[in-house]
């Protein structure tokens, strides 16, 4: 099943924006607005390569060229580390704001998953 449609966008979209919605009205700044953009993208294309590559790996089967498998998934953690990373330089100090956001979207992530 594509990840698109293991996921119910009508909860995760509202629930995981939250956070970030919150940060950018309180901090105010356009700093924090590109940093809560940047880490949002890449924390939501970094789990829909989780779902697909969780999939991918599900679906394996023996004899199953695996490489494909392991390229999803190190592609997954380096999109999600460029991500924190860029949210990070530019709001600075504030380095558990991006670590915290990520958790959160985790659970959100796991409320959202359709139970097929």
Known sequence: ???????????????????????????????????????????????????????????????????PIVAMFIGKAIVLFLGIAIGVHFIGNKVIIPVIFYIYQIFILVVSLKRN
């Open 1 to 67: 099943m594509a990840p698109e449609r293991k996921i119910d966008f009508r909860k995760y979209l509202p629930l995981s924006i939250l956070p970030y919605v919150g940060e950018v009205i309180f901090e105010r700044t356009i700093d924090v607005l590109i940093a809560c953009l940047v880490i949002y993208v890449s924390v939501v294309i970094s789990q829909m390569m989780l779902v697909s590559g969780a999939n991918k790996m599900l679906g394996a089967t023996q004899g199953t060229n695996r490489l």
